[in-house]
């Protein structure tokens, strides 16, 4: 029987993805270099670490010189937070958290992103609530697809991965969520949406396309 349910953050609770992709675009396309979504999705849910693509390190690359970091990155951070917190909580996301409250579920957040932005925006959308666990990427060595995220935020829950379900949108997201030994449920947005996501259990388009109380009757009858 399930007991828990982490949800990613990025993409999953409010749609982070394509105003991420979109200002980063506009960074390369400053130099007069185009940066493809094929690219960019190599560390969408991974955050920027250096095994994966990592825009910071690729521009410079291309470019050819060094680049004054300390006078784009406030700009590209704030461009970023204006466009995100003018977005709504994505569809179906409200309504599994009050089930998940009704049902006497556990619920946490695994995210690749740190506490002050994750953290930042469950309280500004007044979500953060709901959460019994966070852990972001100061909490583990290493961040998705390592499966240290979630197997972080079931300790905290107190429950073992066979009975909870991973909520995702991302390839990482996915893979770090089966290698944790968790049922993965993934709903695309239009940027990961690119991504082959067959390593998932179960493909929505939105969390309203399935309820709940079905997905658990759906999982338990597997």
């Not at 399930?2 to 993805?17: K, Q, R, S």
């Not at 095994?51 to 060094?66: A, M, R, S």
């Not at 940027?191 to 399935?210: G, K, P, Y």
Request: proline share 5%.
């Amino acid at each position: 029987m399930i007991e828990a349910l982490v949800f990613d953050f990025d993409g999953l609770i409010i749609e982070t993805e394509e105003p991420d992709y979109k200002t980063w675009r506009e960074i390369y396309q400053s130099y007069g270099i185009d940066l493809s979504l094929e690219d960019y999705a190599h560390c969408i849910g991974a955050g920027w670490d250096e095994q994966f693509f990592n825009p910071y390190i690729d521009l410079v690359t291309k470019v050819g010189h060094p680049i004054s970091w300390d006078e784009i990155e406030p700009k590209r951070k704030q461009i970023i937070k204006d466009r995100v917190e003018k977005l709504p909580v994505l569809p179906g996301v409200k309504t599994y958290l009050d089930d998940a409250k009704r049902l006497g579920l556990k619920v946490g957040v695994a995210s690749s992103s740190h506490h002050d932005w994750v953290d930042g925006h469950l309280t500004r959308l007044g979500l953060i609530k709901y959460f019994e666990t966070i852990k972001c990427a100061e909490d583990v060595e290493q961040t998705k697809p390592s499966p240290n995220l979630y197997l972080a935020a079931l300790r905290d829950l107190d429950v073992p991965p066979y009975k909870a379900i991973a909520l995702e949108d991302s390839l990482n997201g996915v893979l770090s969520a089966k290698k944790a030994g968790m049922y993965c449920v993934v709903i695309p947005t239009e940027v990961t949406r690119q991504m082959s996501l067959d390593h998932a259990d179960l493909c929505l388009n939105s969390l309203d396309e399935l309820p709940l109380e079905k997905l658990l009757q759906r999982i338990e009858k597997q």
